[in-house]
């Protein structure tokens, strides 16, 4: 099968013919028909992940048609299409059990821990815990970015975050990520503030339901949100991993209010000083989000459907396995080339 390789962490990575993958007998093998390009894989691509190891195939985000199923596996078959998370969880842990299966300690991750998505073919493991089945409505570009980026924020905005009708929502980077929690705050009757240093995705944010936008370099954001909303906003959502944004959400919050990290703080950001004095005299939240379970995709795919939430809103260029390791190259930029998600499309 055709796949993208990185061979050396930072250097662009070859489309080549590598060997089909073997099914796990508890999992499945998908036939790749979209993949979306994540700022996760350029992490990885830089080496800002010391656990990974080359070479490998990037890629984790994806919907596609299971091809192969294992001889263990009971609740699919060939020719059905799917999905998955980023994080294939074990099921039998713990956390699993807890229905915590996007912390599973026992995850697997494509892209990651093993070969992912920017192939022909995928493993998908412990099949019947993760796959997900799309909807008939649903096609597999818009599918493609459900599996981390609109997964995470909606998870992020409903389940950690608790957002509810008429409070007021920070969103801090206007990524794939930020655009997710855009719209899917703005579904649930939140006003958004969208923060990014990029006009095309101010202007995105707004499309997708933000009542304000802010330039974080033309505007003391913490004081411009205090001002907007009287006491502060109810919720902040750092959705890139920024020292500096993790400190504005804080500042930006009102008593009681809840911060939330998605973006992976790395390298000289791995290790944030936090004003835990503000937290305690102000009673905040600070709470992660990683990823979400595949048991937990019904009201997110639910609200898809019914038109809630429009995937297609979010997509930005379709590409060809081919272009992929320029557009992961591309992510060197601190400003995005373009707005929204980058997915790449490939033949059946």
């Not at 990524?175 to 969208?194: D, E, F, I, N, Y």
């Not at 379709?318 to 033949?347: F, H, N, Y």
């Amino acid at each position: 099968m055709r796949a993208v390789v990185v061979e050396e962490f930072g250097r662009v990575p070859d489309v080549r013919d590598v060997p089909e993958p073997a099914c796990p007998s508890d999992g499945a093998v998908v036939a790749v028909r979209a993949t979306g390009v994540c700022r996760s894989d350029w992490h990885a691509w830089r080496g800002h992940d010391d656990t990974m190891r080359v070479p490998y195939v990037p890629g984790h985000e994806y919907a596609g048609v299971v091809a192969v199923v294992g001889p263990d596996v009971r609740g699919w078959v060939p020719g059905q299409r799917v999905t998955a998370p980023f994080v294939n969880a074990c099921g039998t842990c713990a956390l699993c059990v807890e229905g915590r299966g996007e912390v599973c300690t026992n995850q697997s991750q494509p892209g990651f821990s093993r070969d992912g998505s920017f192939a022909e073919l995928v493993v998908v493991d412990r099949a019947d815990v993760n796959l997900v089945a799309l909807p008939d409505p649903l096609d597999f570009v818009s599918a493609a970015v459900l599996g981390c980026r609109f997964a995470t924020a909606y998870r992020a905005v409903a389940a950690q975050g608790r957002v509810e009708a008429g409070e007021w929502v920070l969103v801090l980077g206007c990524g794939g990520v930020g655009l997710s929690a855009v719209m899917v705050a703005a579904s649930r009757g939140a006003s958004v503030v969208a923060v990014d240093p990029s006009a095309d995705a101010r202007s995105a944010a707004a499309e997708l339901g933000a009542v304000s936008t802010l330039d974080p370099g033309a505007a003391d954001v913490a004081e411009t949100v205090r001002d907007l909303t009287g006491d502060g906003a109810h919720v902040s959502i750092d959705a890139l991993g920024r020292t500096a944004l993790l400190a504005t959400g804080l500042s930006a919050l009102r008593p009681g209010g809840r911060h939330v990290q998605v973006g992976l703080l790395i390298g000289a950001d791995a290790r944030p000083p936090v004003d835990f004095e503000l937290v305690v005299y102000r009673e905040l939240e600070v709470i992660g989000s990683h990823g979400m379970a595949a048991a937990d995709y019904g009201p997110m795919l639910d609200d898809v459907v019914s038109g809630r939430l429009r995937l297609d809103a979010l997509l930005g260029r379709a590409i060809g396995l081919d272009e992929v390791p320029a557009a992961v190259k591309a992510m060197d930029a601190p400003v995005p080339q373009s707005s929204g998600v980058t997915v790449a499309v490939l033949e059946p």
